[in-house]
């Protein structure tokens, strides 16, 4: 059997959302998403998965039916991969669409960090493209950060992970440490014994998140101009993969345009739908088809509009563009303004 | 027409304003504002045998140190570049010449940047490095502080605190720090001991030069030197009963070193040394004679913490100090203080402490007391809650092993 080889590391990097705001976060390979899968159905895939952070990681493919110790949930299908260790992951690529990968280890860090990314399975008999013939196809990655709570508990952890990779180099690391039971007995017994959990009123530290930068694949407007840009022309349906990476709800409007909602979770519709607004959230992807039929420069963003700001200011965030290439003397062009 | 000009442009002031603040675009940034300080409450006995015999009990519920602290901070317009302030009270000692007053301890307002910082106000005075394991900061003061040599009264937050005009630079990926400052002491009439009166507090009568080397214990929890520090002080005093001035130099070393490899229980080694080239004042009387003497002093503890599954449950410390007058015979005081804080949650210790100080006869005659014991047990809240968190820090681990910059004030009172 051969394998389509790919390697991911965990890395901890600092990302630039847009000019004059960089946060530090853990992402795949450095990249904010991680790298983009485009696969066949029914390929076999072999993910090198090694973690070069001090925090522990898991992979988890949405949406992919893969065997269950493949599937990335730390504690239930696999120990967490601890720093510097190497986890092979390898499964069978299906069904085909629009899929996604994150790191399952649910910490608010994680959410508020970036490792996530698109895992795209082709197929030669994909039912869309019977429908809508189309050549271009783009992948829109939503995310929403709180870049002051990500640096602020990025620290914290650093510091406790010192503390904890030490223990477990020592081999001393108890479950009571790390919270960690063989299973719920086990867990009872603890509370029995003495321990109160982290959880419980005087222990636990209440954390707020509230995002104040929302991006496509990884850019905030007006940064969502040099890559996350649509292009069409006349008459050219494109496809567009919406996948929501992060844990805020995103209703993704587009104007100008009667757009197809084609598929939903990866799986096509038996039905095609007419829309303008499409909500996606957390860990759903939603297909479109758009038609070029009205040309021009048309925005695309969530509606949600208190996304669409930069750290309060507007317009910002989750903002990019539906542009025809085949414009001949447009009587107006866009700028660029961040603060109205 | 020179004393109209103030005048003249308060006027031009007051009729720009209207103008101005209609064209004022500029958004009222928030500072991110922490909540700090700690109160302490810890019933003590004290007994000491005097110098000519006999022997003086006294019983307190000390309340004293206990400070309460806002610290302020934001962002400038140039990226990485920030201010900050502090506002602080504390609790003065019973016996303090500023009893049943609240003493403004902090007071300070500062600016900084990747590569330093200012700061200008009132704060602790660089005159020592180490923080010993006592209950309270001062109660090794007379080892491990440069005694404020302007001063004829009894207060120990003129000892610790004072005006300050200061500069550091920081180098070698933030582990190093080059500071220096203008230092202000408060200062009494010196030329009348008997009838002290406060000439002034923030005039600046001395300067300090330290040299660090600081690891933060997020970062450096495991064996070796976590800190190192030289400084030097220099005071500029009246001279005591006399008239004219002089120079008071001294000079501090301190490390501190980890001696465990245990996240869960760690071992610390604070040490001292401190050298004051004081000049012979003809007595050892009073805190301003002790002051500008030559003398020696050294200061260490040992110190333990418990963390069963990395949770602070308790902590021992002992501490050692001593110190010799060396202008005078048998004039050297030695103490000895193991403490005992025990944690009933976060944030909330049931401490206890003995102090244990002996003078030699030079220094007992001196003082009058030749041997004193104090025994507190007591309680501690530390209040800390942080408001729309939005600076860095500086020393992070971010900086300090993944080269991703997020600086913040290194200043803020706690
Ligand atoms: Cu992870």
Redesign the interface.
């Known amino acids: 059997m051969s394998y389509r080889e790919f390697r991911l590391d965990f890395v901890?990097t600092?990302h630039e959302l847009l000019p004059?705001v960089r946060f530090?976060c853990f992402a795949f390979n450095g990249q904010v998403p991680g790298p983009m899968f485009r696969v066949q159905e029914n390929d076999w895939i072999k993910v090198v998965a090694r973690n070069r952070t001090p925090e522990m990681h898991t992979i988890h493919w949405h949406g992919v039916d893969v065997i269950y110790t493949m599937d990335g949930v730390p504690m239930v299908t696999q120990d967490p991969i601890h720093p510097e260790e190497t986890f092979v992951y390898r499964f069978q690529a299906r069904p085909h669409g629009t899929r996604l990968y994150h790191c399952h280890w649910g910490t608010p860090l994680h959410m508020m960090s970036a490792l996530h990314g698109a895992f795209i399975i082709d197929t030669p008999d994909d039912p869309v493209r019977a429908m809508f013939p189309y050549q271009r196809d783009y992948v829109l990655v939503l995310e929403a950060f709180d870049v002051?709570?990500t640096?602020?508990h990025?620290?914290e952890l650093?510091?406790?992970m010192?503390?904890?990779n030490?223990?477990m180099a020592?081999r001393?690391l108890?479950p009571?440490?790390h919270a960690f039971f063989p299973n719920y007995q086990a867990f009872l017994q603890a509370i029995e014994a003495g321990?109160r959990p982290p959880y419980t009123r005087?222990?636990a530290e209440v954390t707020d998140i509230k995002p104040t930068f929302f991006a496509i694949n990884g850019k905030s407007y007006p940064a969502t101009v040099t890559t996350e840009h649509l292009y069409i022309r006349r008459g050219e349906n494109i496809r567009v993969r919406l996948i929501n990476g992060g844990v805020f709800d995103h209703h993704m409007h587009l104007h100008g345009h009667q757009f197809w909602k084609v598929a939903e979770d990866g799986n096509p519709l038996p039905q095609p739908l007419r829309l303008n607004t499409v909500p996606v959230t957390p860990g759903k992807t939603v297909d479109l088809i758009v038609h070029g039929n009205n040309p021009g420069f048309w925005d695309f963003h969530d509606h949600k509009e208190l996304n669409t700001r930069n750290n309060g200011i507007y317009p910002g965030g989750m903002i990019t563009m539906l542009e025809y290439e085949d414009l001949e003397n447009p009587p107006y062009v866009p700028s660029i303004s961040v603060n109205q | 027409m020179a004393s109209l000009r103030p005048f003249l442009l308060a006027a031009a002031l007051a009729l720009l304003a209207p103008g101005t603040r209609a064209l004022e675009l500029d958004p009222d940034v928030p500072p991110e504002l922490s909540l700090g300080g700690r109160l302490l409450a810890t019933p003590s006995h004290q007994a000491t045998e005097l110098a000519g015999g006999g022997s003086d009990q006294d019983s307190l519920i000390d309340i004293s140190d206990s400070a309460l602290l806002i610290n302020a901070a934001k962002y400038l317009y140039r990226?990485l570049d920030y201010g900050f302030a502090t506002f602080g009270l504390v609790l003065p000692d019973d016996d303090s010449d500023f009893e049943d007053g609240l003493f403004v301890h902090q007071l300070f307002v500062g600016t900084g940047g990747p590569a330093g910082e200012v700061l200008i106000g009132r704060t602790n005075l660089p005159n020592t490095l180490v923080q010993l394991p006592t209950i309270r900061d001062d109660d090794l003061l007379d080892y491990s502080h440069v005694a404020n040599a302007h001063l004829n009264a009894e207060g120990e937050e003129f000892q610790v605190y004072g005006g300050l005009l200061s500069g550091t630079a920081y180098f070698g990926a933030g582990r190093w720090s080059l500071g220096a400052a203008l230092t202000a002491r408060a200062e009494t009439d010196l030329q009348n001991l008997a009838d002290p009166e406060r000439t002034s507090t923030n005039a600046p009568n001395g300067g300090a030069l330290a040299l660090r080397y600081e690891l933060p214990a997020?970062?450096k929890?495991?064996r070796g030197l976590r800190f190192a520090g030289l400084l030097l002080d220099v005071q500029r005093a009246a001279a005591v009963g006399a008239p004219g001035e002089h120079w008071i130099p001294a000079a501090v070393a301190g490390l501190a070193y980890n001696l465990s490899?245990?996240?869960?229980a760690s071992w610390v080694v604070h040490a001292q040394g401190l050298y004051v080239a004081g000049e012979d004042v003809g007595g050892l009387a009073s805190a301003v004679e002790r002051a500008p003497a030559s003398r020696y002093a050294l200061a260490g503890a040992l110190t333990y913490a418990a963390r069963p599954?990395?949770q602070t449950r308790w902590q021992a410390g002992v501490a050692f100090a001593w110190r010799d007058f060396t202008d005078r015979d048998e004039a050297y005081g030695v103490a000895l203080v193991p403490s005992f804080a025990y944690r009933l949650?976060?944030g909330i210790d049931l401490v206890g402490q003995y102090r244990f100080e002996h003078s030699g006869d030079g220094l007992a005659a001196a003082i009058g007391a030749d041997t004193t014991q104090e025994v507190l047990i007591g309680l501690t809240f530390a209040l800390s809650g942080t408001f729309n968190?939005?600076v860095?820090?500086r020393g992070?681990?971010?900086e300090l092993?993944?080269d991703?910059l997020?600086p913040g004030p290194a200043t803020r009172a706690h």
């Open positions: 901890l600092e004059g530090p002051n709570f640096r602020r990025m620290e650093l510091g406790g010192k503390r904890v030490k223990l020592l001393r108890s009571l440490t321990w005087g222990n | 990226d997020a970062v929890f495991d490899e245990d996240p869960e599954f990395l949650g976060s968190e939005s860095g820090q992070s681990i971010l092993e993944h991703i997020n």
